[in-house]
């Protein structure tokens, strides 16, 4: 079995390859999750943990249900799961901002260990439906059994707590809950965000110690992150304050995974004998908004929208071929997608001469190195190739799958690959592209 050509220091065979896999996420196991990296992230953090599981579930299935339990232990008294579940033992300044900036024991419902007060996108019943597939009997099903509660209270403070405008769609407080940050979809409501660069002279960031500055947001990005943060925090995270918050999206990847999860969360109800009705209805409802609200015709892609502006946000960034993971997604909005991802901006093909980008590779904004701008992550490309799988493209999926492969083949298990050259960047032991190497090799196509 030989995989792509190594192009600087990754295993040369699949066989090496999954070992490297395996020992990479045996080394961030940290007692009861996985760390995303041991330096640059070295906490819990919430979809991380749920891509992790997924991988899991193939070589340690026990430690996958461990995950997933940790995680949602740090559940909130209102339904939110946080995005980052601080590990105690650790110093501080171990990453920034840490719980003295959170202050999440402050405030109402907030479990008793410290946590962040955002959420990321709900990713969680997929893959525990994924990792009960793959690891089913009998540990699986009793594992589905306990979270099946948590997840639908997850759903049920998306649904009642953001629906901010009221239609059928989850908002997104901060570009923290994307998943993908420093997204040039959010420049122009960041920029509508009042911050100075100099109040980062007050605080220490972690992450470029890390890695390198050039890759990561800036110092204005950083200072607009942390407005936006005090602003929720000082309201004690209740939802109700919305209205005058100074970010507020729609964003088509948050809401893909929204949907995915009723879809999801059906099955999982089928399997433990409860009601699978209520979750197929919520799943097409929100299907439903998504293209309602989010697509746009005119590009034929999913737009995020920015709810305070009320308008949609013009970057096209690889967030809006994200709703191809949702099954119902109709005919025309799927195709359109299919469009857009084989197009010279995202280059999706049977026979991938580039990685996925995470940004239109066309568009004058492009940064091939900055976090999010450009670079290929490997939990996006196996996103939308289930998207593809689901919409009937098999072979554009296995393009895919091949590359991404190839990326892990070449470099190793690191955070994120040049969007042209494959080179490995960020984390060079990051815990979901190991896992989900593991997810793509034990597949066939
Ligand atoms: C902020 C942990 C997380 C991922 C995000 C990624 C990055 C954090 C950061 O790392 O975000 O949450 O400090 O930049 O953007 O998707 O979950 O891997």
Known sequence: ????????????????????????????????????????????????????????????????????????????????VPHI??????????????????????????????????????????????????????????????????????????????????????????????????????????????????????????????ADAAHRPTDLD?????AIVAAYRDHGYADRALADHPFLVECPLFNAAFGAAEHALAEIAALIGADPGPHRVRATRITEALVRRLYDPATGTFQPRDVRAGRLLGARTVLGLTPLILPDLPTTQADALVVEARSARFGVAARMDR?????????????PLRYWRGPSWLNIGWLVRRGLLAHGHPELAAGL???????????GCHEYFHPDSGAGLG????????????????DEV
């Open 1 to 80: 079995m030989t995989a792509a050509p190594t192009r600087t220091g990754g295993p040369t065979d699949l066989g090496a390859l999954r070992q490297l896999a395996v020992t990479t996420l045996d080394a961030n196991w940290e007692h009861d999750h996985t760390v995303p990296s041991r330096t640059l992230y070295p906490h819990q953090w919430s979809w991380d943990s749920a891509f992790i599981a997924v991988g899991l579930a193939h070589v340690r299935p026990e430690r996958a249900w461990r995950e997933l339990a940790s995680l949602f232990r740090a559940q909130w008294a209102d339904g939110r």
């Open 85 to 210: 579940v601080f590990n105690p033992a650790l110093s501080v300044g171990a990453y920034f901002p840490g719980p003295e900036l959170w202050r999440s024991t402050d405030a109402q419902g907030a479990p008793a260990g410290h946590t962040s007060g955002l959420v990321q996108p709900p990713v969680h019943a997929l893959a525990a439906l994924l990792a009960y597939r793959r690891a089913p009997e009998p540990v699986g099903l009793a594992a589905l059994h306990e979270l099946y509660p948590a997840l639908v209270a997850q759903q049920r403070y998306l649904a009642d707590r953001r629906d901010v405008a009221g239609d059928g769609l989850v908002c997104i407080v901060h570009p923290w809950e994307s998943g993908l940050d420093n997204s040039p979809a959010w420049d122009d409501p960041m920029a509508a965000v009042p911050a100075e660069a100099a109040v980062m002279r007050a605080y220490r960031r972690h992450d470029t110690a890390h």
């Open 222 to 226: 950083y200072a607009r992150y942390l």
């Open 355 to 367: 990685p996925l980008p995470s940004h239109d590779r066309t568009a004058p904004d492009f940064e």
């Open 401 to 411: 799958r091949r590359s991404m492969i190839g990326l892990v083949a070449g470099a």
């Open 427 to 442: 984390s060079a032991a990051f815990g979901w592209t190991a896992a989900l190497v593991l997810d793509l090799l034990a």
